[in-house]
């Protein structure tokens, strides 16, 4: 994966008034890393959810077929 450098940093970094603010490169690929690894994270979270809810109705299935 390359890192991205200049302008195309800064155009992936946004201070809170809007505009791109402007730190080392260093900083705002560390603020861009940060900021993809929580949207990871995020999105591996509502798949652990739905896995356990597909876990959760297996099981109740199997209850039921074993009932029977």
Known sequence: MSLLQGQE???R???SSGRASRASDYELQRRVQEAER???ES???ILA???AIAS???AVA???AVSR
């Open 38 to 40: 929580s949207l990871r």
């Open 56 to 58: 959760v109705l297996s």
């Open 13 to 15: 970094t946004w201070s």
């Open 43 to 45: 999105r591996l979270w």
């Open 62 to 64: 199997a209850i039921i």
């Open 9 to 11: 940093l800064e155009k």
């Open 49 to 51: 959810i739905i896995s």
